[in-house]
């Protein structure tokens, strides 16, 4: 078993193009030895966004903290704490801080299978 | 995209033996679609646990709220709202609230494989 308390994982600059004022937490991933998919805190500021894009692996998104908007090819949906998001593969996808302090969000996905 | 509000996610009573007080809510899994892996959010009442036990797949949990007891073989860790653990397959383990209140944690494992 292993601990890991969030605020001492170094928090990084999301650089993707399109990003702006989000930084991420890997928690858990391959090297605390997790197995099949990766544990991330996401962190907005105010006016903060992950980028618009598609990839071919979902996202499972719990929202921990503040106000945001998930947007995917329907439009944006507003989204709270405790709300929950599946991002399925191939789907365009992008949280956006729609308050006024810090939004939180974990945003899990699979690994890489190994050789 | 799908969005689930975790209050409106039935409680379900975990009744495993072993398990005390403690209520699951399945967010992501099969039936919204998810590929790889799963979100369940659990609540332990004051003096609820989980069961000990142990089982071939990995958990990932991530404390959201009150104080909480993570044992393992190499006895008991207190964690907070902000902890991740990571729960290695085959690891003897469970989450005892240490705490007067609820706890509340996320905890997600990995879906079978399909056929």
Redesign the interface.
Known sequence: ???????EVAAQPVTDEGARGATVRW??SCP??????A?RLFELAPGGRTPLHRHPW?H?V?I?QGTAE?V?E?GP?E?TA????????D?R?QLRNAGDGAARF?C?I?LPEED
């Open positions: 078993m292993k601990v890991v308390h969030s605020a928690l858990l605390e030895g997790a197995p099949n998919f544990m979902e499972e719990y921990l998930a995917s329907s949906v989204v405790g709300d929950a998001i599946l991002v399925l593969p789907e996808h974990l899990l699979p």
